[in-house]
């Protein structure tokens, strides 16, 4: 096994290259069938940027992939997925494995409306340790789905080829995009166990100094304390509670404002300097889009 420090990956060639198999059959996407890779060409990455997209479905690898100080553990079959720009590494064992690889430029899909609807599907954005997990009949429509865009893949280029294989794609990620939510409501524990945290975090910013240090508490603040990516935090409490790590902000800081407006003398621009606003003004604009009154009304009610 060969050892690279640190590599950037641009293109669908240069992933075939460094596998150390034959050329894509199209320039922009490729899938591959890891069970088919040659054990001896494998590559162990300290850090690698892939400027592409990638799909990995994993069913039995003796190796770990770490995206920044997350690792995870590809024993299980599992989904994960890659957006331009990530830096990810893969350490392996023992590189025989079984499932696919599935990489695609952004110029593949850009022409289509998947190259602006890819940004809503939030989990390309997950930390590696975040990654699907599928059920057996899962699983089994995954595959179904990859077979039949990799016959499309192996198939002459004509024109459809690239419309059918975008296609594929989005029902892929359609799919995907369901079973994540399945993996939200199946593992609602952990979600329970991520908000109870996340209020008491919340607590503690405004309870001490952390305000006045670092003015209002930031998604990725929450997040980094919580040790989940943005985005699947987001996306989880999305599923659990209706609300994202924005929105759980803003409803703490509603609350302290109306602690204050009804047992304090505080002006309004006291109070919105204490919760961490810059202005009075963007305080202001909040508090009544969340409730309706202006924080003068609503201390008003009081009186």
């Known amino acids: 096994m060969k050892k690279v420090n640190r590599i950037t990956v641009n293109s669908i060639s240069q992933l075939h290259h460094m596998l150390n198999i034959s050329s894509p059959l199209h320039p922009l ?42 690792r995870y553990d590809f ?5 994960a ?16 494995c079984k499932g696919w690889c599935i990489s695609f430029h952004p110029d593949f899909i850009n ?35 990859i077979t039949n865009l990799k016959q499309e893949y ?21 799919y995907s995009n369901r079973f994540y939510t399945r993996q939200f409501i199946t593992r609602k524990t952990v979600g329970n166990n ?30 980094a304390k919580l040790n989940v990516s943005p985005s699947y935090l987001s996306d989880m ?3 659990l509670t209706g609300q994202n790590t924005q929105q759980h902000i803003h409803s703490k800081l509603i609350d302290k404002a109306k602690q204050a407006l009804s047992t304090t003398s505080l002006s309004v621009s006291e109070i919105a300097y204490q919760l961490g606003f810059e202005y009075p003004q963007s305080f202001n604009k909040l508090f009544k889009n ?11 009610l009081f009186n």
């Open 237 to 239: 409490l999305r599923n």
């Open 111 to 145: 022409q289509y409306p998947l190259g602006k609807q890819i940004k809503n599907f939030g989990f390309f954005s997950y930390d590696v340790n975040e990654a699907l997990h599928l059920s057996e009949k899962e699983d089994t429509m995954m595959d179904s789905i």
């Open 154 to 174: 192996e198939m002459t280029i004509d024109n459809f080829s690239q419309e059918l294989m975008v296609s594929h794609l989005e029902l892929l990620l359609n």
């Open 290 to 300: 969340k409730t309706e009154l202006s924080p003068l009304e609503y201390r008003n």
């Open 81 to 96: 997925f890659i957006s331009p720009g990530q830096m990810i590494s893969l350490e392996a064992t023992d590189p025989g």
């Open 29 to 70: 996407v490729s899938v591959i069938k890891l069970d088919e890779l040659n054990p001896a060409t494998w590559i162990e990455w300290e850090q690698m940027i892939l400027n592409y997209y990638n799909i990995t479905v994993k069913k039995s690898l003796n190796a770990s992939m770490r995206y920044g100080q997350s």
């Open 194 to 223: 991520l908000l109870a945290r996340l209020e008491e975090i919340l607590t503690e910013y405004f309870s001490g100094n952390l305000v006045a240090e670092m003015g209002l508490p930031t998604v990725q603040y929450i997040s």
């Open 75 to 79: 024993n299980q079959g599992t989904m």
